[in-house]
């Protein structure tokens, strides 16, 4: 079948990153209201249904271990399409409290030759209120969703812990999980918040206001010493789990940086599997690990299923593979697991752990 995104690429990848995702993002609220029928085509076309793929994760059914990574859907917009699309559960936000404009323009570049993204995006999105208005219409969906929560850059730091308080409370009854960001580089001085003390803090005060888990989502930026301590601090205040990673400012893994914001994409594999695989070490089997930063295929999602990862997120990939990378990560695992005599995802999962 001709991939026809390879041909949309062409025309996507002409326009500046950002436009180009508003279009796509046009794209997909259109077709959410107007041709809904479409969106039942494409999940026929790309929603790998199989029991082997199928896991329940705090009481919640995954249908398949890949989803959307933070970021993508950041008003929480695009659920049904991305659902659509094939991803096994779809993380929206990063939301702040109040509506935020993000960072000065350009602010989002590719690096094609690295297959790779560098974004400064700043956590722009439409504030609580709105955000929160559109999910309503839409939760419970079959889909488990995720809310990835954050401060306002306006927020002094000694206040942080008010607006994710605000916001957990605000977003529990309106997905299967919370992710905690602290770990985006574009915030000025969010990530100083990776700290034992303050992650305790924040989490004692957050989990007493919801009954979904609350996940911790960290940078790849730190030792993997200290990814260890910070985790260990969320977990023992009663974190569900770990997403790791978000992106890096390690400039050099890039032929052509900017100066600004963080990377994504292949380049990032190493270094975000890396603090993945110093995570599942310690945690495997003792708390949720959801693995992202550089999947690309269905063998690099393979791998962190191996090491530990109960699901993998992707954000890169889908804007360099297009809508059916979700579908063909799926069959991938799938062909993968057969070869390897997995009759079960649950029996992938951590298999170089055991
Ligand atoms: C343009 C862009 C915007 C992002 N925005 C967010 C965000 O708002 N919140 C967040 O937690 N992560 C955000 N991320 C990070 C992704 O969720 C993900 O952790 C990271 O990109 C690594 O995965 P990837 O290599 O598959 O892209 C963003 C990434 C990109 C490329």
Same mark, same amino acid.
């Given at each position: 079948m001709m991939d026809y995104y390879q041909f949309l690429k062409k025309i996507l990848f002409k326009l500046d990153p950002e436009r180009a995702h508003w279009l796509a993002e046009c794209g997909m609220k259109f077709t959410t209201d107007f041709a809904p029928f479409l969106l039942s085509m494409a999940a026929s076309k790309y929603f790998v249904t199989d029991d082997r793929l199928e896991q329940e994760i705090f009481g919640v059914k995954f249908l398949n271990p890949v989803g959307i990574a933070a970021g993508f859907d950041k008003n929480a917009a695009m659920i049904k399409a991305l659902s659509a699309f094939g991803f096994g559960h779809v993380e929206y936000g990063t939301i702040t409290p109040k509506p935020q404009d993000g960072n000065e323009k350009p602010r989002l570049f590719r690096h094609i030759e690295e297959k790779s993204l560098q974004n400064a995006m700043g956590f722009n999105n439409e504030g609580m209120e709105k955000i929160l208005k559109r999910i309503s219409k839409i939760y419970p969906y079959t889909t488990p969703l995720g809310a990835n929560i954050g401060k306002n850059k306006a927020t002094l730091q000694e206040d942080a812990t008010k607006d994710y308080e605000?916001?957990? !409370?605000?977003? @529990? &009854?309106?997905?299967?999980?919370?992710?905690?960001?602290?770990? @985006?580089?574009?915030?000025?001085?969010?990530?100083? #918040?990776?700290?034992?003390?303050?992650?305790? =803090?924040?989490?004692?005060?957050?989990?007493?206001?919801?009954? !979904?888990?609350?996940?911790?989502?960290?940078? &790849?930026?730190?030792?993997?010493?200290?990814?260890?301590? +910070?985790?260990?601090?969320?977990?023992?205040?009663?974190?569900?789990?770990? *997403?790791?990673?978000?992106?890096?400012?390690?400039?050099?893994?890039?032929?052509? &940086?900017?100066?600004?914001?963080?990377?994504?994409?292949? %380049?990032?594999?190493?270094?975000?599997? !890396?603090?993945?695989?110093? #995570? %599942?070490?310690?945690?495997?089997?003792?708390? +949720? #690990?959801?693995?992202?930063?550089?999947?690309?295929?269905?063998?690099?999602?393979? =791998?962190?299923?191996?090491?530990?990862?109960?699901? +993998?997120? *992707?954000?890169?990939?889908?804007?360099?593979?297009?809508? @059916? +990378?979700?579908?063909?990560?799926?069959?991938?695992?799938?062909?993968?697991?057969? !070869?390897?005599?997995?009759?079960?995802?649950?029996?992938?999962?951590?298999?170089?752990?055991?």
């Amino acid at each position: 079948m001709m991939d026809y995104y390879q041909f949309l690429k062409k025309i996507l990848f002409k326009l500046d990153p950002e436009r180009a995702h508003w279009l796509a993002e046009c794209g997909m609220k259109f077709t959410t209201d107007f041709a809904p029928f479409l969106l039942s085509m494409a999940a026929s076309k790309y929603f790998v249904t199989d029991d082997r793929l199928e896991q329940e994760i705090f009481g919640v059914k995954f249908l398949n271990p890949v989803g959307i990574a933070a970021g993508f859907d950041k008003n929480a917009a695009m659920i049904k399409a991305l659902s659509a699309f094939g991803f096994g559960h779809v993380e929206y936000g990063t939301i702040t409290p109040k509506p935020q404009d993000g960072n000065e323009k350009p602010r989002l570049f590719r690096h094609i030759e690295e297959k790779s993204l560098q974004n400064a995006m700043g956590f722009n999105n439409e504030g609580m209120e709105k955000i929160l208005k559109r999910i309503s219409k839409i939760y419970p969906y079959t889909t488990p969703l995720g809310a990835n929560i954050g401060k306002n850059k306006a927020t002094l730091q000694e206040d942080a812990t008010k607006d994710y308080e605000e916001l957990v !409370k605000a977003f @529990s &009854p309106f997905c299967d999980y919370l992710a905690i960001n602290i770990s @985006s580089p574009n915030t000025p001085n969010l990530r100083a #918040l990776q700290n034992e003390k303050f992650i305790k =803090e924040l989490f004692r005060a957050c989990v007493k206001l919801t009954n !979904k888990p609350i996940l911790l989502k960290i940078s &790849p930026d730190i030792s993997e010493k200290e990814a260890v301590s +910070v985790c260990a601090a969320a977990l023992e205040e009663g974190a569900y789990g770990i *997403i790791a990673t978000n992106t890096t400012i390690d400039y050099s893994l890039v032929t052509n &940086p900017k100066n600004i914001g963080g990377i994504s994409g292949e %380049a990032l594999k190493e270094k975000s599997f !890396k603090i993945f695989k110093s #995570l %599942a070490k310690e945690f495997y089997n003792k708390t +949720v #690990l959801i693995s992202a930063g550089g999947i690309g295929n269905a063998k690099d999602a393979y =791998e962190r299923l191996l090491e530990g990862a109960n699901l +993998v997120q *992707i954000y890169t990939s889908f804007i360099y593979e297009g809508p @059916s +990378v979700a579908h063909k990560i799926n069959k991938g695992i799938l062909e993968l697991m057969d !070869k390897d005599g997995f009759s079960s995802i649950k029996d992938a999962i951590g298999s170089k752990r055991k």
